[in-house]
Structure formats: structure tokens, C-alpha cells
């Protein structure tokens, strides 16, 4: 299985909006509604940000959303603040009953 | 609190054989899949596989099978992540993480990670 397609980068300025895609096939992104997205901050251990799709754990910021269509999923951030640069993998449950990463996109805030 | 804790950072030598591992609290142990997650300096993640501690089902990478053995033991709470001949491409960050809502299409808690060092 082959990692999900994501933008090795991302940048934008405090207060602006970005979205981060996330391509994979059938098999996977367009099969299920199983997408997870996670923030990396240098150092640390993952936290999950959204899953199943569009849904935000408890926690979470409500300037985080996602949404998914055919085989790419997509994560938008509002309102960015400079907390917010790190990075980001998106994941999926796939038809061979395991998950597969994105490659992960390094978010720049301005 | 739910709390994953690993083992400590390892330096071994390419053929040698490891086993790090991580401990779950403050949770029912057998409930929840456990899986592992590979990081590799300075790249991504890559998941590697799963295992159900209560009855070891366990799932794999396709990139991963064959290469290392995940294993839990429900007595001691610990899942374990295991290579019989350790290779320099192995040296990596390794996370343990669970999910807590339904089966393992995400994970919601994780491990503080145990870097592995493979090095002649």
C-alpha cells in the first residue's frame, strides 16, 4: 500500500485559512469515512485533531475542520495562529484492514 | 488517566535482537487495539501494525511484516515491539498509541515514543 499523497508544505499568515489535501484511492480515503489528521509539534508524540472525517475530539479547536470527497480528504485551519505551525499527517483505514500515513505537510505560519 | 508508557531510548548494534515496550493505565488493557508507529529522523510517520491484547489478533503493514513481531502480554498491561536482527534502517523513533472509541481506525492516545538507535 502507498502512503497517501499530501503537500510536503503549507504557509500562511496569522488570521488567514489554509487547507491541507490528503489523495489516496478507493482502497482507502474513498472507501471509508476513517480519515484521521494529526499535528506533529518538533519533539513530540502525535495528537490526534480530527477523525472520522470531521470530527473533533474534545479539546480540539473549533478553527479545525475536515471534510472528504471522493478519494481526497481535506484539512482546514481558520483564524491561524502561530501555535498552529507544525506538522500534519493525515491517516485512513484501508481495504486490507490496516491504516496507511500520509507523508505529512509542514505548516508555516507567517 | 489513560497513560501509554514506553521504554527507554536503545542503542544496539546491526544483528542484534530488541524488544521495547509500552504499558497502559488507566484503562481496561484488553479493550483497546494497540498499535505501533514508526518515525524515522527527520520523515513521517508510517504505521507498522496492530495487535487486540485480549485475544492477539494482530495486523500488520505489508511494509512491515516479516520484520519485526508485535506482542502484548494482558498480565502486565504491556504491548511489545520485537526485531530478532536489528538493521542501521531501523533506527527511528518508535510510538506506541490506542484508540478508545471503536476498533483502531485512529488513535487518541499515545506513547512518548522510544528512540531505537542501530549503530555499528
Known amino acids: 500500500q502507498s502512503a497517501l499523497t499530501q503537500p510536503a508544505s503549507v504557509s500562511g499568515s496569522p488570521g488567514q485559512s489554509i487547507t491541507i489535501s490528503c489523495t489516496g484511492t478507493?482502497?482507502?480515503?474513498?472507501?471509508?469515512?476513517?480519515v484521521s489528521w494529526y499535528q506533529q509539534h518538533p519533539g513530540k508524540a502525535p495528537k490526534l485533531m480530527i477523525y472520522?472525517?470531521?470530527n473533533r475530539p474534545s479539546g480540539v479547536s473549533n478553527r479545525l475542520s475536515g471534510s472528504k470527497s471522493g478519494s481526497t480528504a481535506s484539512l482546514t485551519i481558520s483564524g491561524l495562529q502561530a501555535e498552529d505551525e507544525a506538522d500534519y499527517y493525515c491517516?485512513?483505514?484501508?481495504?486490507?484492514?490496516?491504516?496507511?500515513f500520509g507523508g505529512g505537510t509542514k505548516l508555516t505560519v507567517l | 488517566e489513560v497513560q501509554l508508557v514506553q521504554s527507554g531510548a536503545e542503542v544496539k548494534k546491526p544483528g542484534e535482537s530488541l524488544k521495547i515496550s509500552c504499558k497502559g493505565s488507566?484503562?481496561?488493557?484488553?479493550?483497546?487495539?494497540i498499535g505501533w508507529v514508526r518515525q524515522m529522523p527527520g520523515k513521517g510517520l508510517e504505521w507498522m501494525g496492530i495487535i487486540y491484547p485480549s485475544d492477539s489478533d494482530t495486523r500488520y503493514s505489508p511494509s512491515f511484516q516479516g520484520q519485526v513481531t508485535i506482542s502484548a502480554d494482558k498480565s502486565i498491561s504491556t504491548a511489545y515491539l520485537q526485531w530478532s536482527s536489528l538493521k542501521a534502517s531501523d533506527t527511528a523513533m518508535y510510538y506506541c498509541a490506542i484508540n478508545t472509541k471503536s476498533g483502531y481506525r485512529f488513535f487518541d492516545y499515545w506513547g512518548q515514543g522510544t528512540l531505537v538507535t542501530v549503530s555499528s
Open positions: 478507493s482502497s482507502d480515503v474513498g472507501g471509508y469515512n476513517y
Open positions: 491517516t485512513s483505514y484501508t481495504s486490507s484492514r490496516t491504516l496507511v
Open positions: 472520522d472525517v470531521s
Open positions: 488507566g484503562y481496561s488493557f484488553t479493550k483497546y487495539w
